[in-house]
Antibody, heavy 121, light 107 residues
Framework: EVQLVESGGGLVKPGGSLRLSCAASGFTFSSYSMNWVRQAPGKGLEWVSFISSTGAYIYYADSLKGRFTISRDNAKNSLYLQMSSLRAEDTAVYYC??????????????WGQGTTVTVSS | DVQLTQSPSFLSASVGDRVTVTCRASQGVSNYLAWYQQKPGKAPKLLISAASTLQSGVPSRFSGSGSGTEFTLTISSLQPEDFAIYYCQQLNSYPPTFGQGTRLEIK
């Protein structure tokens, strides 16, 4: 079964850091580009970051201003999101999602269940 | 950034109705547009890619059309399981933005 499972969410104080992980199974992880997408409580979807299949190409939402770092370990079939200088507005469910194609132009066809990040003092 | 505006934001309809959701882009995105369905507490599900290509396993009552700046998602005959929030997403340029969503509720 094709599956993505996120972990690492939790409650963190403003200014703190957190590392999210996404474990992939059931498909050849190293062949797919991946994304992080977040959804604040009661709000819509917001794309966060993209990483190509080899990690050679990486993009971020402008709003993150260098606070987040996406990475992957193809040997471990895992995707990561290192988040620092966290703010209340980063509170959201964070999803990892697989691109349909290698360059991310046809949507995301496999999603994890999401992991919740709450930034609060 | 490309802004996507969905209309309506809220839609009340009955089982069996035909409904259409529109997504307008602030600049042309060719056909690099996807549609997603999201149910409460669940991850989004990709319904349509490349504006009109139905994903495997998605019922044929769903269809998509459009190119450039105007796109539509049509459900030909609403079923009870279709009541959800629908999002469009453009993938023509970074960042790959989403529309604000259309909430489809039972009348």
């Amino acid at each position: 079964e094709v599956q993505l499972v996120e972990s690492g969410g939790g409650l963190v104080k403003p200014g703190g850091s957190l590392r999210l992980s996404c474990a992939a199974s059931g498909f050849t992880f190293s062949s797919y580009s991946m994304n992080w997408v977040r959804q604040a409580p009661g709000k819509g979807l917001e794309w966060v970051s993209f990483i190509s299949s080899t990690g050679a190409y990486i993009y971020y939402a402008d709003s993150l201003k260098g606070r987040f770092t996406i990475s992957r370990d193809n040997a471990k079939n895992s995707l990561y999101l290192q988040m620092s200088s966290l703010r209340a507005e980063d509170t959201a469910v964070y999803y990892c999602a697989r691109d349909v194609d290698r360059v991310g132009m046809f949507g995301m066809d496999v999603w994890g269940q999401g992991t919740t990040v709450t930034v609060s003092s | 950034d490309v802004q996507l505006t969905q209309s309506p934001s809220f839609l009340s309809a009955s089982v069996g109705d035909r409904v259409t959701v529109t997504c307008r882009a602030s600049q042309g995105v060719s056909n690099y547009l996807a549609w997603y369905q999201q149910k409460p507490g669940k991850a989004p599900k990709l319904l349509i890619s490349a504006a009109s290509t139905l994903q495997s396993g998605v019922p044929s009552r769903f269809s998509g059309s459009g190119s450039g700046t105007e796109f539509t998602l049509t459900i030909s005959s609403l079923q009870p399981e279709d009541f959800a929030i629908y999002y469009c997403q453009q993938l023509n340029s970074y960042p790959p933005t989403f529309g604000q969503g259309t909430r489809l509720e039972i009348k």
